[in-house]
């Protein structure tokens, strides 16, 4: 053939092993090489970006649980109540304690105070060093301390030393804090005052000031506020001491109207009141309703009994509330009838000043420590909302008489408290000025 002479490439078909071969070869490299590159990045500062514990996200950061092994130490506090009938020993007892170690305890506690008088209820502050759970079967968490109030600004701490326990009595040492708290109401005034996490102290005292002049189930509006200014004391670990706190400012502002008050303490008598701008009291002798976030379901004057079926006098108001509602005394007063009286089922009769008498029917249950005889003051907590006796459902009827007279609750034309005058209301307008200042320190009151 001669060189320069042209002929065509005869075309062969090529065998399927090439075919693989052809194709695993480039995509083998293709992984290698990606695995190259992911093991320099994960080496590097980029990793940060993708860590398996922290993805991070333009709206959030989302955190993986600690494992297994990581389990956060337990809470080392619980706090206990004796029960009825308990004592302190057989309380220590239901926490778990072992018997020695009750024994032990017992001893350095009752060196300090008579264990018989520790009332119902006191609550035992129980201390332990933090662990890891769960804990291996049959280990016992030892108690490190023990700690209950005494009264009086004092409180008693039993603690271990190795296998012994000594007990000392000390002074609290307390801190006074003042809060604002503001909201807006809307459905009621306790309700939103729960909501701020007003403690329920606050929130009671400040329904009874304004009990004298407001009714809290008709004239409460939505979007109607309220403010309160109030100090209390804490302990060094942030606790709230267990006396009351004091209510310095309060406003309530009812359809636009702002009704405010502030705290004077008189210096002959150590009475407190609550006194507007011009030094005038808003106390009267009986509150409007005795009861917060109910609806008047019945008012005063003939009706249609709804269980008995025919028309009678209806000599109160009927407020419904679901059961166990709180019901005040809305007087200072004395119970003169307690006890269940036909179709009044569970009631409280209350006798007042100036010939004024309250009745409380349909109650639940009663306020620890009502009996006959017993002084009560306004505001206090004397029963429950229930449906007992002839009722249609949990509610409160509440009737006020005068003489033997019925009158309605909500139409009766108290005279309101005392006025300050002279020497007085000028230490009240003091008083209010540096109340006013401690509130510009830490709120933009105006």
């Given at each position: ?98 018997h020695q170690e009750v024994h032990n305890i017992v001893q350095a506690i009752g060196e300090h ?66 809060s604002f708290v503001t909201n807006h109401i809307e459905n009621s005034l306790f309700t939103a ?54 209510l310095l400012y309060l406003s309530l502002s009812v359809q636009g109207k702002a009704l405010r ?186």
């Amino acid at each position: 053939m001669h060189p320069l002479e042209y002929h065509p490439l005869e075309y062969k078909p090529v065998s399927v092993r090439l075919r693989v071969f052809l194709l695993v070869v480039p995509l083998a490299v293709a992984i290698g090489v990606g695995l190259s590159i992911w093991g320099l990045l994960s080496n590097s500062s980029a990793h940060n970006l993708f860590s398996e514990d922290s993805i991070e996200t333009h709206q959030k950061t989302y955190k993986k649980p600690a494992s297994p092994q990581n389990k956060p130490p337990s809470p080392n506090r619980r706090t206990i109540r004796v029960k009825n009938g308990e004592g302190i020993t057989n309380t220590l007892l239901r926490a778990g304690i072992p018997h020695q170690e009750v024994h032990n305890i017992v001893q350095a506690i009752g060196e300090h105070l008579q264990l018989r008088k520790i009332p119902v209820g006191q609550p035992l502050d129980l201390t332990y060093p933090p662990v890891a759970l769960p804990l291996p079967a049959g280990e016992i968490v030892p108690l490190e301390s023990l700690t209950m109030e005494m009264g009086e600004g004092k409180f008693l701490r039993a603690t271990r030393f190795q296998n012994s326990w000594s007990a000392t009595v000390r002074a609290r040492v307390l801190e006074e804090r003042e809060s604002f708290v503001t909201n807006h109401i809307e459905n009621s005034l306790f309700t939103a005052a729960q909501d701020t996490g007003l403690p329920l102290s606050v929130t009671s005292e400040f329904i009874r000031i304004y009990s004298h002049v407001v009714d809290f189930q008709r004239e409460i509006r939505k979007n109607d506020s309220f403010e309160v200014f109030y100090s209390h004391e804490y302990d060094r670990n942030g606790e709230p001491a267990h006396n009351r706190p004091e209510l310095l400012y309060l406003s309530l502002s009812v359809q636009g109207k702002a009704l405010r008050l502030w705290r004077h303490e008189d210096p002959q008598t150590g009475i407190i009141d609550y006194f507007d701008e011009e030094g005038k009291s808003m106390k009267r002798l009986l509150m409007r309703t005795p009861i917060d976030g109910a609806r008047l379901s019945s008012g005063f004057g003939m009706r249609k009994h709804p269980i008995l079926g025919y028309s009678r006098m209806h000599r109160g108001l009927d407020f419904a509330a679901p059961t166990g509602t709180p019901i005040y005394a809305s007087g200072n007063g004395v119970v003169t009838r307690i006890g269940r009286n036909s179709g009044y089922g569970k009631m409280i009769e209350l006798r007042h000043a100036n010939g004024y008498e309250t009745l409380y029917a349909h109650l639940s249950r009663y306020a620890k420590g009502m009996k006959k005889g017993s002084r009560v003051e306004q505001g206090q907590t004397i029963g429950y909302v229930g449906s007992t006796g002839l009722s249609t459902g949990p509610h409160l009827h509440y009737e006020v008489h005068l003489q033997g007279k019925s009158l309605n609750p909500l139409s009766i034309d108290l005279p309101l408290g005392r006025t300050l005058e002279g020497i007085e209301l000028t230490a009240f307008h003091k008083v209010r000025e540096g109340i006013e200042a401690r509130m510009s320190e830490d709120t933009a009151y105006r």
